[in-house]
Structures are given as C-alpha cells and as structure tokens.
C-alpha cells in the first residue's frame, strides 16, 4: 500500500510538470511588448518614437548585447509584479527612467543603463546593481526608496546623486565618479567597501547618518562651483561618527548636524 501511495505521488509529480526544463526566453521584437518569465533581445529595437513604456517586463530581459532604446517621455523597462533582472550585455537608452519598478530589480553581467532623461534605475524595493554601468542619466544613477546593494558597478556622470537611498547603500568594489549631486547619499547608512572608489562629485562623496569606507576612497569630491560658497561639502558627510577603516583614504569630513570636521580624513 505504502509503495502504490508512493507510486501515485511520483506520477503526480511527473504529470504536473514540476520536472519540466524552463521554456527558453522568448525574443523581444516589438515596441511595448509584455514579457513574463525570460524574454531577450534578438536585435537593437528602436522605440523611441512610441508612446508607452518600451518593454514590460515580469520577470527577465536578456539584452544579447543589443541596444534598446526607450520614448523620452515613458521608461524603457517597466517591472511590472515583483523584481526584475536586467541582463547584460547590452544598453537601456533614451527613456525617462531607464528600468524601474515598483518592487526590486537587479541590473547586471555588462549591462548599461545611459542617456535616460530621469533615474538611471529607479526601485521601490532593493535595487542591485552588479557588474554593470550606469551613466549619464538625467537624474540620479540608481534611486531606491528602500536600500541598493552595488558590486563591482561603474556610476558614473549622472546629473543627480550616483547613488540614493532611503535606508542602507551598501557599495562594493565599484566606482562612483563626476556624479552632478552626492556619490553616495543615504538617509541611513552609506557605505563604502572592498575597493570602491568616489570621486569627483558635485557635492559630498558619501553622505548618511552613519557614513563608512572600508578599504576604500573617498577623494576630489565637492566639485560643484557653489561648494564652500552657500553649500558645504565634504568627501565623507556623517551626522554620526565616520567609520574610516583599513587601508580606506579620504580628503576632508564634515558634520552636517554641528558643523566642522571629524578629524578623520588628511585634510581635516
């Protein structure tokens, strides 16, 4: 008896296609198409002269080391039920924000999120970025209103903050450079590590409540010409104590909260 039951749960299984491969990803050839599981770019798509959002996606986009490129007025990836991956190689271009959700999304392996009139990527929920750029975008280079985690991402030249966060940024072995606003600026905790390097931004480096650097660089920031003027800006901005640590580097700190310096970076 305990055999039979044992038989007829495997059948079961089997029947229900629980052991079924992943259907393959299903091209993307067409301006605001809706992708749900994997879809892929079999070639550039142009979709800058359409209303709506270039793709919608639930799920997965392979880029395939093509170009997609978005109306200025709508976004070129709109992640419509949960997170999203964005996968590289390839280019998101010419929308307003470049992928946003109103969950998560991850953007990765190569992929390159540029020329967007708004937010580079812009999540509700955890933003990733790894292995990827994301460049010179109108707004900020990733905007999440709950936390990004970036690893061995390059943000550099977007008009706004490199990266913004409502709770914790957490960057890894990544470059934050010529950003028009803050590198890395956090309501909670900005964090710096393995490596990153932040530089020559508009106004502080990396701003939190709690700002740290862990073997990495904050230098060359407070670019922008109203630095020391009507703004102060500083490589490292913490209303807390800065955790400077390792073999981490930076020009100059300040204390938004009281004002002066922490004393922790060479030219305080």
Same mark, same amino acid.
């Given at each position: 008896m305990r055999? $039979?039951? @044992?038989?007829s749960v495997t059948t079961a299984i089997l029947v229900s296609g629980s052991f079924a491969f992943a259907a393959p990803p299903i091209p993307v050839t067409t301006c605001g198409q %809706?992708? !749900?599981? +994997?879809?892929?770019?079999?070639?550039?798509?142009?979709?800058? @002269? #359409? %209303?709506? *959002?270039?793709?919608?996606l639930t799920g997965? =986009?392979?880029?395939?080391? /093509?170009? =997609?490129?978005?109306?200025?007025? +709508?976004?070129?990836v709109r992640c419509e039920t949960g997170a999203c991956r964005v996968?590289?190689?390839?280019? %998101?271009?010419?929308?307003?924000?470049?992928?946003?959700s109103?969950?998560?999304?991850? %953007? *990765?392996?190569? @992929?390159?999120?540029?020329g967007n009139t708004g937010d580079g990527v812009r999540t509700d929920k955890t933003a990733k970025v790894t292995g990827a750029t994301v460049s010179a975008n109108?707004?900020?280079?990733?905007?999440?209103?709950?936390?990004?985690?970036?690893?061995?991402?390059? $943000?550099?030249?977007?008009?706004?903050?490199?990266?913004?966060?409502? =709770?914790?940024?957490?960057? !890894?072995a990544s470059t934050v450079s010529g950003n028009g606003g803050n590198g890395i600026d956090s309501d909670t $905790?900005?964090?710096?590590? !393995?490596?990153?390097?932040?530089?020559? #931004?508009? /106004?502080d480096g990396i701003r939190g409540i709690r700002a740290q650097l862990h073997d990495s660089t904050a230098t060359g920031n407070a670019?922008? @010409?109203?630095?020391? $003027?009507?703004? *102060?800006?500083?490589?490292?901005?913490?209303? =807390?104590?800065? !955790?400077v640590k390792g073999t981490s580097t930076c020009g100059t700190s300040r204390n938004p909260e009281l004002g002066g310096t922490w004393g922790v970076c060479s030219n305080d």
């Open positions: 055999i $039979i039951r @044992a038989l %809706v992708v !749900k599981g +994997s879809g892929q770019l079999v070639a550039d798509l142009d979709c800058s @002269a #359409n %209303v709506g *959002e270039a793709v919608h997965t =986009l392979l880029l395939n080391g /093509f170009v =997609l490129t978005g109306a200025p007025t +709508s976004d070129v996968v590289g190689p390839g280019t %998101v271009t010419g929308g307003a924000d470049g992928v946003r109103d969950g998560g999304a991850r %953007v *990765e392996a190569g @992929a390159i999120i540029t109108g707004g900020d280079g990733v905007r999440s209103k709950k936390a990004a985690v970036l690893n061995g991402a390059n $943000i550099l030249d977007n008009s706004g903050d490199g990266v913004r966060t409502d =709770l914790t940024a957490t960057v !890894k $905790i900005a964090k710096a590590m !393995k490596g990153s390097v932040v530089t020559g #931004n508009g /106004f670019t922008d @010409a109203t630095c020391g $003027i009507t703004d *102060e800006c500083a490589d490292v901005a913490s209303d =807390l104590f800065p !955790k």
